[in-house]
């Protein structure tokens, strides 16, 4: 069963490990995770989100608004499913 819930600190190691294997030209660890997550005050944690499944973390949703120099604000956003990554990797043949 799928349940969605509010990151948490603990979190951090297995959300690291999800990005990375999503991004790999842009690695980042569980200490750079918390400062964006904890730590940056235009980035509120409450809207940052963690799937589980079996109690397992299988994917998140992290979010800010930043302005930018137009004044505008910019929503950044990161995205990581295992499961999109599995069937990413199954349709271009890199299992």
Do not use: W
């Not at 944690?45 to 910019?74: M, Y």
């Not at 599995?86 to 043949?93: A, M, T, Y």
Request: glycine share 8%; aromatic share 8%; charged share 30%.
């Amino acid at each position: 069963m799928l349940q969605i819930k509010p990151i948490q600190e603990g979190d951090l190691p297995q959300l690291a490990k999800l990005f990375n294997n999503e991004y790999q030209h842009d690695q980042i660890d569980g200490e750079i995770l918390y400062e964006k997550t904890f730590l940056e005050p235009s980035f509120p944690a409450e809207p940052d989100v963690r799937v589980t499944e079996g109690g397992r973390i299988i994917g998140f949703f992290s979010g800010l608004v930043r302005e930018i120099q137009e004044k505008k604000n910019r929503l950044d956003k990161t995205l990581c499913n295992e499961r999109l990554q599995e069937s990413h990797r199954k349709n271009h043949g890199i299992f």
